[in-house]
């Protein structure tokens, strides 16, 4: 049996695949529960070919956790251009969607490619189940789909399913045995929240001994965050969670860089201001620190620095075992 902490870290696409090139360098064993709703682009295509829940983020997440050469990696994330009757899937989605309609479920495809990327640590989907997500505007609408949600340009009230779903069991073992739960930065609408709308899933963690911690947006999403303080996310999640669900909050207390801000600027974002004061008044624990960085024209987090603070973290408050 492994000595290692066990760590579970929820969400998907870009947010949690930056996250996990820092935390897969550090002695844990690494759990990624990726939610499986997206149907736009190559995944929304192979969605609807192949009656297949997403592969995107899946495969997005196994090259962030792959050890294999930079080579091996473009390889797998190449993408073929207009001229193809391919244009616009990439080899690791092509793959993944060979293995399920092979295999017939993501329980023994996984591992195959997981194998073949030499992938360090576990990832799991929240559901095998094949739904669509729905949202539910202010005004009463119901919108299906993950790409049409995040275009609407109404308030989202509410999330669910098009169909009843179970969460995968391996995700409700990990969560059990987890020592630390953590919900990545990325869409709280359409990466983190997909996974705490179903009630196994909840249950699981509110259940769990582990404290849970939430690494924060450092800038707001148009349409979907707009003025959010760092408090505001939490209390967005606790709407899902029962309240003092969330110990910890990891932020970014540092200005995004001078060169980075046209860029913020012109996708109608701001920068998430972190208040220490309400967050505190909350009962939540504040790990701030200078987190952001400029990489291929992107605001990220740091990901060797934040997954530091995690494991610092994780080191200082073991398992509730009482």
């Known amino acids: 049996m492994s000595s290692k902490k066990k760590v579970v870290i929820f969400g998907g696409g870009s947010g949690l695949s930056q996250l996990l090139k820092g935390i897969i360098q550090f002695p844990w064993d690494v759990t990624a529960v990726v939610s499986v709703s997206d149907n736009g682009g190559s995944t929304g295509e192979l969605r609807r070919e192949f009656n297949i829940s997403a592969v995107g983020d899946f495969t997005k997440v196994m090259m962030a956790m792959s050890a294999r050469s930079d080579d091996v990696k473009d390889l797998f994330s ?23 309609e092979m295999k017939g479920d993501y329980a023994h495809s996984l591992p195959v490619l997981a194998e073949i990327l030499d992938v360090k640590g576990q990832i799991l989907p929240v559901t095998e189940d094949n739904v669509e997500l729905i949202g539910f505007d202010n005004q009463g609408r119901t919108i299906f789909g993950e790409e049409q949600i995040t275009k609407s340009p109404l308030i989202i009230k509410g999330l669910g399913y098009s169909a009843p779903v179970s969460a995968t069991p391996g995700v409700l073992s990990a969560i059990q045995d987890a020592d630390l739960i953590v919900f990545s930065s990325g869409s709280l609408l359409t990466s983190i929240l997909p996974n705490l709308i179903i009630p196994e899933v909840v249950k699981a963690i509110e259940e769990s001994p582990a404290p849970a911690l939430y690494i924060s947006n450092m800038l707001t999403q148009p349409g979907e965050t707009d003025g959010f303080a760092v408090s505001d996310h939490i209390r967005m999640l606790e709407n899902y969670l029962k309240p003092g669900t969330i110990h910890a909050v990891i932020a970014n207390n540092a200005e995004i860089p001078k060169d980075g801000i046209v860029l913020v600027r012109s996708e109608g974002k ?46 200082d408050h073991p398992r509730d075992e009482n």
């Open 78 to 100: 190449y993408r073929f251009d207009k001229s193809s009757s391919l244009h616009g899937h990439s080899i690791k989605n092509l793959i993944m969607t060979a293995l399920l």
């Open 270 to 315: 701001d920068q998430v201001p972190v208040d220490e004061e309400v967050l505190k008044e909350m009962g939540i624990d504040v790990i701030a620190d200078n987190l952001v960085i400029l990489e291929d024209g992107y605001i990220r987090h740091n990901a060797m620095k934040t997954a530091y603070l995690l494991f610092s973290y994780l080191m």
